[in-house]
């Protein structure tokens, strides 16, 4: 393990401590839970947790279209003789 990559599960065992209302006698259990999400858990294959993306939804275009109704049509100007 790098340093680096330790000291990502360091910092990710205490936001989860901290998360955790500073619990006592739980450090190895952050610890655990931390190296899990950074590294994966290479006995089972599952890759680390990768930040959640929001699911796009797609805008319903013919709600769009009825809520804006649609101006009236200026009348055309009489034909000049």
């Not at 340093?3 to 259990?29: M, P, V």
């Not at 931390?34 to 699911?55: N, S």
């Not at 797609?58 to 804006?68: D, L, R, T, V």
Request: with cysteine; glycine share 4%.
């Amino acid at each position: 393990m790098t340093e680096t990559t330790e000291i990502k599960i360091r910092d990710r065992a205490y936001a989860l401590w901290q998360q955790n209302g500073c619990a006592e006698g739980h450090d190895w259990d952050f610890w655990l839970q931390a190296e899990r999400e950074i590294l994966g858990d290479a006995a089972t294959g599952v890759p680390p947790q990768a930040k959640a993306a929001r699911p796009r939804v797609a805008k319903p275009k013919a709600a769009a279209a009825e809520a804006k109704p649609k101006a009236a049509a200026k009348p055309k100007a009489p034909a000049k003789p």
